[in-house]
Each structure stands twice: as C-alpha cells, then as structure tokens.
C-alpha cells in the first residue's frame, strides 16, 4: 500500500504565494522522482514541475522563474513553491510519485488526489 497526499491549496490573491506539499508513505524502497501536474476546469492534465533523483529539475514555460520544485529525501515529502501566482494558475494540483517497491528494481507511479490552488484578480 501507497499513500499519496497532496496539501497546501486555498485561495490566494493575483501576485501571492503557496507552498504545496506531498508527503508519500507506505510501501516505497526509494522515491525515484516527484512531479507535480494540474488540472484546469475544462483543460487536460499538464505538467508543471518535475524533479528526478539526481536533482535534475524541469518546468513548465508558464511557471519557470515563479514555481520551484524540491524534495526532503529524509521525509519522502516534496513539495512546489508557488510565487507570484497568476489566475490562469488556478487548477488542482496532482503530485505524482515514482518509486522502487523493492531493491529488485521496477519503477511504479502512484497519483495523489489533488489539492485545489484558486488565484483570485
């Protein structure tokens, strides 16, 4: 068993911040990469943010130089910084964990429910 929860979502203002969590636990050997999605109402799911083990970190053209992604190893937590939030960045909010379930290899993906994030004007 996988648990997967996102937190951290609200309303905001245009122009302010959120920190969005996801805490993975149960059972994962080690934790190959987190990335983070969103959904709009009537849009597809997009990637917003990803970080591989090695560090190696990727965004999507329309949050670089406002989110940042990063990950507590020690807690199997990452988490997306949120800065100079627009309206179009309203959507739920997806962490998507990709994980070992053992030494033997063998990658697994296991989504969270979603956390709301609102940006109001």
């Known amino acids: 068993q996988v648990q997967v929860v996102e937190s951290g979502g609200g309303l905001v203002q245009a122009g302010g911040s959120l920190r969005l969590s996801c805490a993975a636990s149960?059972?994962?050997?080690?934790?190959?990469?987190m990335d983070w999605y969103r959904q709009a109402p009537g849009k597809q799911r997009e990637l917003v943010a990803t970080?591989?083990?090695?560090?190696?970190?990727t965004y999507a053209d329309s949050v670089k130089g406002r989110f940042t992604i990063s990950r507590d190893n020690a807690k199997n937590t990452g988490y997306l910084q949120m800065n100079s939030l627009k309206p179009e960045d309203t959507a739920v909010y997806y962490c998507?964990?990709?994980?070992?379930?053992?030494?033997?290899?063998?990658?697994?993906?296991?989504w969270g429910q979603g956390t709301q994030v609102t940006v109001s004007s």
């Open positions: 998507k964990v990709n994980y070992y379930r053992d030494y033997a290899g063998g990658l697994y993906d296991y």
């Open positions: 149960g059972s994962i050997f080690s934790i190959n990469a």
């Open positions: 970080l591989a083990s090695a560090g190696y970190t």
